[in-house]
């Protein structure tokens, strides 16, 4: 029953409209070209960054800046601020969810009525 209920719970959540609107920004995201090849571009550069500071060597200053530079126009490109947003406004749904969760657990803790069904 519980794996019922968890897979209900999941079709819900991925009906909702803040679910809905992640995937349709995901979406645009991907389909900016632009925004696509800045987000790449600067995770080659982080990952690159990520060695050097891995063997015990600094960045460049040259590096830091091309990392701000790109990072700063990333987050102005629009579709990529609304991935944030649905982004965030779907965390907050599932906090929620997981609150509402927390309650059930800590009602049916210190419920004496046992329901498997």
């Known amino acids: 029953m519980l794996s019922e209920r968890a897979v209900e719970l999941g079709r819900l959540i991925g009906q909702s409209s803040e679910y809905q609107t ?3 920004a995901n979406d ?6 632009d925004a696509m090849a800045l987000l790449e571009k600067m995770e080659r550069l982080r990952q690159e960054a990520q060695k050097m500071i891995e ?17 700063g126009t990333v987050q102005t490109n629009a579709t990529y601020q609304r991935v944030l947003v649905a982004n965030e ?3 907050k749904v599932m906090m929620q969810v997981n609150q509402w969760i927390l309650d059930g ?3 049916g803790a210190t419920s004496s009525i046992i329901t498997l069904g």
């Not at 645009?28 to 070209?33: P, R």
């Not at 063997?55 to 990072?71: K, S």
């Open 28 to 33: 645009l995201l991907t389909a900016d070209k």
């Open 55 to 71: 063997g015990g060597q600094n960045p460049t200053p040259e590096m830091e800046q091309a990392l701000d530079g790109l990072l």
């Open 105 to 107: 657990i800590k009602k």
């Open 89 to 91: 406004n779907f965390d």
């Open 22 to 24: 992640v995937k349709r």
